[in-house]
């Protein structure tokens, strides 16, 4: 009967038959690395290839302390001290990497990272010794291949960018013999003809072609020179001493020189921007100022001394005529009010009541107000309602009023 074994269990068998391997339990393998990735755990995986297979590996963040003194990269030849072993969930063989040395190339990335951190420590990289790139430049220098890819893709992108700025190239090797020093003239001779930026840099190769790129005098022409630097070596993942000791940074040539020279149509296109901008606000500040201007015009207009006379002309009319009709107001109530006096007085004047046979009686100009007061003889003054009568006392007849 044929027996069945589950994935497991083949995987935990060939990882106990590798594993009491005596040979894959101490190896060491040499190879380049590629897929380098770094994890947050602090663990390190990568693959070791060469031209006829490919080997994964990880390395623990615990075995990174000691037995790793370089910053792992693609591209590295390392020989890797380990064992091999299966990762069951996958059944997949893997190197497990306790050290790791560079070999062959890599002394060279040994060097690169000896010599980085010797200039850092000297402070050639410092952020604050970095000089600002100018915006809008007349003449940029370049050292490079007169040859190579890189000085046509630069003038190309000028032109395209902006015609008008002047490139002065300084042909220099940029590897093999006589590279450093080509480098360095080129950076000493741009620098003392006074031009606004300078460009260095060439395409991308592997580590022995870039590295004139590397060397610490170019490091120092750098760090000397009086005008900004952009440094364009190798491609996007290519780390130069150049890049980090340069002004400024760019992944290729051809983006060092977008960096150096700005773009003229979008500059023509933001100064026209700003130029209609200007132009609006200057507008809404005139017509601010024109209707500012306009109420100061009406405010003087009021206040000027001849319409604020007309103003109180019409003021002292308008008192004038609102006094004449109190007046007239009060002249009429008080000859009403007269009127209503005179007819009461009237009704209460003795003249009033001489009417109907009534008289008023004065004797010697004295009012007769009893008959004692008379003798016969005596001339009496009637005044009737319609005149005044003479007359004499004929005779006196006393009347006594009864007492009850």
């Known amino acids: 009967m044929v027996k069945n074994y589950t994935v497991g269990q083949v995987n935990g068998y060939i990882k106990n038959l590798i594993g009491s391997d005596y040979l894959l339990s101490d190896i060491y393998v040499k190879g380049e690395v590629s897929n380098c990735k770094y994890h947050s755990s602090g663990h390190i995986y990568f693959t070791l290839k060469d031209e006829t297979g490919a080997m994964a590996a990880v390395m623990f963040k615990s075995n990174t302390y000691t037995g790793l003194p370089f910053r792992m990269e693609n591209g590295q030849l390392v020989t890797a001290h380990g064992s091999v072993n299966v990762y069951e969930r996958d059944g997949r063989y893997q190197l497990y990497v306790q050290d790791i040395r560079l070999s062959g190339t890599g002394n060279l990335y040994e060097e690169y990272e000896r010599l980085k951190q010797k200039l850092y420590e000297q402070g050639l990289f410092e952020f604050e010794m970095k000089k600002p790139i100018p915006k809008f430049p007349k003449r940029v220098g370049i050292v490079t291949s007169e040859t190579g890819a890189a000085i046509e893709d630069i003038k190309n992108i000028a032109k395209r960018r902006n015609p008008y700025v002047q490139l002065i190239l300084y042909p220099a090797k940029v590897q093999g013999d006589g590279a450093v020093r080509d480098i360095v003239n080129g950076i000493r001779t741009l620098d003392e003809m006074g031009v606004d930026t300078i460009i260095i840099g060439r395409g991308g190769g592997s580590i022995e072609e870039l590295w004139a790129f590397n060397e610490e005098a170019v490091a120092w022409a750098i760090y000397h020179a009086k005008t900004p630097i952009i440094s364009g070596t190798g491609h996007e993942i290519d780390n130069t001493i150049a890049d980090y000791a340069a002004d400024l940074r760019a992944p290729t040539p051809s983006a060092a020189c977008e960096l ?138 006393e009347r006594h009023e009864t007492k009850g």
């Open 260 to 397: 150096a020279i700005p773009d003229i149509m979008s500059v023509i296109e933001k100064l026209r921007e700003t130029d209609a901008r200007m132009k609006r606000l200057m507008y809404m500040k005139i017509a601010g100022y024109y209707d500012r201007l306009e109420q100061a015009e009406k405010y003087l207009r009021k206040m000027h001394p001849k319409q604020r006379l007309k103003q109180q002309q019409i003021y002292l009319d308008e008192l004038q005529d609102r006094i004449v009709r109190n007046m007239r107001i009060n002249y009429d109530a008080n000859v009403h009010r007269l009127e209503l006096l005179t007819a009461r007085l009237h009704g209460l004047s003795p003249s009033a009541r001489l009417v109907n046979g009534f008289g008023y009686i004065e004797s010697q100009g004295q009012p007769v107000r009893s008959v004692f007061q008379l003798h016969v003889g005596d001339p009496l003054q009637l005044t009737i309602h319609d005149g005044t009568v003479g007359a004499i006392v004929c005779e006196r007849e």
